[in-house]
């Protein structure tokens, strides 16, 4: 009798262990320490991904980052289907092909163990044909004049079907599925596609019963760039405006030039390429914040899986030290900041995220471990997070301060293909700093710096 009281008791134990393990739940960062890692699972494995991701999580916690994204793990659609795991048949069900719904949730304690929180992309906007909603509910959906379901108007998203957002039961349907992950996966947020495209007043009801789950806390990023996304309640939500401006100064801006007349003859207008001096990326950084409120953030990228549909960093940012130049200045110009997965190890070609993608995951360590050793400078100094911006501007080369409280940070990033040099400011002068990235230590003595082709700098000043 006392020996099975003692397996009772320990039975008990047990469970309680496992209970309690479940609950706990990693930090979630502020927006401006956020340093997000987008899973694509089809650049892990061909099937079973959660398996094989898991063999990853220790060296995506060694690369810094706090918050994993994976893009959309639900079940795909087959009808009219191109295989987008955007084409969603069943909000509550994994997609097969990348595991179960147990390998997921293991997967997620794996993140949580190690201190990384786990957000899922959200596919509010659209479903699959073969959606049980559009045999059950089909006045959940958007239809044309003679009452058929469309593709989302403007859009050539003709794999799915448009949903009705004037349709209440549909909206509360669409929440309580958001629930489900949160509530019996332990996910800590959601990357909500498409949110341009899905009216205010459902992100504002949606954010609300989202945030009033009890004793979680959620990381809410929209992927669009409606200020009215932060009034709903969304934490971050993208930086377009900031990419755009940078591939300008990367590539130049096509002007067009008109002719004057000559006679009675008038010759055509022609377009000239013209470079972007660096400096315009000042201007477009407090373009894109102006109006903001404060705490919130526009998330940093160089690339994401839609990029990288189109073309490598590698590629468009002329190389790898091209990217690594525009990854500096992307990220320590102002806080929160996005990382594709193949991003890292420099893959050097397009990714159709339609398809399996065979990523050499051991490539280019020597890549890996500079953004490893960039992360560990951004999370360190906070100053490079959230401190006050002192631009210096150039045409070439991108240099600011970034300060506050506890130190001072002067980054400088040469964003050309070709040598420059730059005057240091009066005030700069005769300063000690510390080179973070070698530990090197000196004083600006030099009235201007040379900088090679996208060499950059980052200094702690002393």
Known sequence: MKKFIILIAMALAMASCTKNKSEVFPEIPAPADVVMYQINPRNFAEKNAFIAI????????????????FMPICEIGVEKAVKSPYCVKDYTAVNPEFGTMDDFKSLVEDFHDRGICVIIDWVANHTSWDNKWIEDHPDWYTTDETGEIIFPEGTGWRDVADLNFDNADMRQAMIDAMKFWVEETGVDGFRCDAADYVPFDFWEDCVSQLRAIPDRTLLLLAEGQRKDHFTAGFDMNYAWQWLSALRRVYNGAQVRLDNP?????RRPARTVTRQVPASSLFSADSSEYAGIPEGRVKLRFITNHDENAKMSPIREFFGEDGSMAAFVATAFIHGGVLIYDCQVVGYPGKIQFFNYAKVDWNSHRELR????????IYKSNSCLRSGDLVPYPDDNVLMFERKDKAGVVLVLANLRDSQQYISIPENLRNQEYVNLMTGNRAPLTDSELLLMPFEYLVLKLS
């Open 261 to 265: 007349d000559e006679g009675e003859r």
């Open 54 to 69: 898991k063999n990853h999580v220790a060296e995506i916690k060694e690369l810094g980052v706090n918050v994993v994204w």
């Open 369 to 376: 471990e500079e953004y490893t050793k960039l992360i560990g």
